[in-house]
Nanobody, 121 residues
Framework: QVQLVESGGGLVQAGGSLRLSCTAS????????MEWYRQFEGKQRELVAS???????DYGNSVKGRFTISKDDAKNTVYLQMNSLKPEDTAVYYC???????????????WGQGTQVTVSS
């Protein structure tokens, strides 16, 4: 069974930084891409950043130039470095892997449990 475990959320002042981590555990043969989403209270989840197996990255307009996504393939881990944080970045952050090849077959849209990020003004 594959699980995504996130860490690194917390409370930070505006202008500060946080680094989120998300590690996939289990018997994994391959991952196509890794993504970070966030969900504001009462809103749907929105894509924050993504990184492909080849390392190509993409970002939502509101975080470009402030957030950086990276990964460690050997650890099946994706990171989100968040700098120059603003109060409007306050949300629950989730990682997602669209496709995972495992010993039990292909898994689609596997989500982490979410981690709260709160930015105070």
């Amino acid at each position: 069974q594959v699980q995504l475990v996130e860490s690194g959320g917390g409370l930070v002042q505006a202008g500060g930084s946080l680094r989120l981590s998300c590690t996939a555990s289990g018997i994994i043969y391959g991952i196509n891409a890794m993504e970070w989403y966030r969900q504001f209270e009462g809103k749907q989840r929105e894509l924050v950043a993504s990184i492909t197996r080849g390392g190509s990255t993409d970002y939502g307009n509101s975080v470009k130039g402030r957030f950086t996504i990276s990964k460690d393939d050997a650890k099946n881990t994706v990171y989100l470095q968040m700098n120059s944080l603003k109060p409007e970045d306050t949300a629950v952050y989730y990682c997602k892997i669209p496709i995972i090849a495992t010993n039990r077959g292909i898994l689609h849209d596997t989500w982490g449990q979410g981690t709260q990020v709160t930015v105070s003004s």
